[in-house]
């Protein structure tokens, strides 16, 4: 178990981030289409998880816009932003933030949050997944781990991108 803050209250996950060294894979993660998606769908590809409790709060939305210009600009490298929210919701925001250099994926039916450990099992926001960012290498090892502490904080950005400029 995780200890994190929603608001500077504490707030706990049912596990552990994946640590770098790792190898992680996942499935039965959606497009906005409906079509489902696994580590395998993005063989060969460095992989960025920028993972949240949603796209409709600030922070998560900021992360989104950043990732989109930044990361996404990267060779052979995909910017995959991970939520429980519907597909739908997903296809909307991206719609209307112009969001084209990264996909929005929805964990509501697999058990990505269970296996990474990033489902939050108390507060207001319990089942829903804490903020991390996960860069996975090309053959699935975590080459960047990292658990945001306070929930309604960005992610390091620059660390995270410092791992895939290497």
């Known amino acids: 178990m995780a200890k994190i803050t929603l608001g500077g209250k504490p707030a706990n996950t049912i596990g552990e981030l994946p640590a770098v060294g790792k190898t992680v894979t ?10 489902e998606v696994s580590s395998e769908s993005y063989a060969g590809k460095t992989k960025v998880l920028s993972i949240f409790p949603s796209v409709d709060t600030g922070v998560c939305a900021a992360s989104i816009r950043r990732f989109n210009k930044e990361a996404a600009q990267l060779k052979n490298t995909v910017v995959l932003n991970i939520s429980m929210d519907l597909p739908f919701a997903n296809g909307r925001f991206c719609g209307s933030e112009g969001i084209t250099n990264c996909e929005t994926l929805s964990a509501f039916r697999s058990d990505f949050g269970k296996e990474m450990g990033l489902v939050i099992s108390d507060t207001a926001f319990t089942g829903l997944l804490a903020r991390a960012v996960l860069v996975l290498s090309p053959d699935n090892k975590v080459i960047h781990s990292e658990l945001v502490s306070e929930i309604g904080t960005e992610p390091n950005y620059d660390a995270a991108l410092k791992n895939l400029k290497q």
């Not at 993660?29 to 409906?34: R, T």
């Open 26 to 35: 996942f499935s039965k993660l959606l497009k906005n289409d409906m079509t």
